[in-house]
């Protein structure tokens, strides 16, 4: 990739290699998100994608190679730089992540709260925007996690990692556990959102109705590295036997019938 094309990545993984012991994850790894995409990644289990985002977000360390997110190094930047970097990236976790002990607006308050620049009107105000943007009605502020549905969980998890305002949004397996119809309403939440608040979306999924739904380009992680890159499209005509069990089996050519119609 040459200099001119990495100053198109938002996210600009380059030449990473992740080992732990003498098991090697990743093996020269390269990957560019562009800005304003929904990137998603894609791979069988232990194939490093999990890896590869928590390097991404800094929670780990590639053991060379490097990553850089909105022009900042990961691995030599300065500390006060990468700090005022995770406050341009929410993260939604598999889970939702919800502070069991906090009510749902406590929970969607707490990042704006750490900033400790706001005052509680404001908090407040902030707090109820965001809720209604991930469609929570104001009579669910009040409530604790523990009486929400999976997919209420979602959503305010949503509201939370874009308290902030992020450029990036973060994405673990954000339909893991949603029947499908909750599945389909929470993909085309996101999307709506990615449009109106011109996100770059990262997506860790195995899910291919979400794939297939929201992603402008696919990275399979396969044999260590990126296997192969491109639109659904692209991906699935891939002859890699991975990516021809996951796409061309009963469910991904069901979930692909939506792109040949």
Known sequence: MSGNEHDDCVIDVRNVWTQFGTHVVHRDLNLCVRQGEVMSLVGGSGSGKSTL???ILGLEQPTRGEIRVLGVS???GVAEEIQALRNRWGML?????????LSVFENVALPLREMKTLD???IHDLVMLKLKMVDI???HASKMPSSLSGGMVKRVALARALSLEPELLFLDEPTA????ERSESFCKLIAYLKRELELTVVMVTHDLDTIVSISDRVAVLADQKIAALGTVA???QHPHPFIVEYFQGERGRRALTGLTA
């Not at 976790?93 to 002990?101: C, N, P, R, T, V």
């Not at 556990?177 to 499908?180: F, K």
Request: hydrophobic share 40%; charged share 30%; aromatic share 8%.
């Open 177 to 180: 556990g949603l029947d499908p």
């Open 120 to 122: 509680e009107d404001l």
């Open 93 to 101: 976790f598999q889970e939702g992540a919800m502070f069991s002990a």
């Open 234 to 236: 692209e991906v699935a």
């Open 74 to 76: 990961l691995q030599h």
């Open 53 to 55: 985002l928590r390097e």
């Open 137 to 139: 009605e104001p009579r």
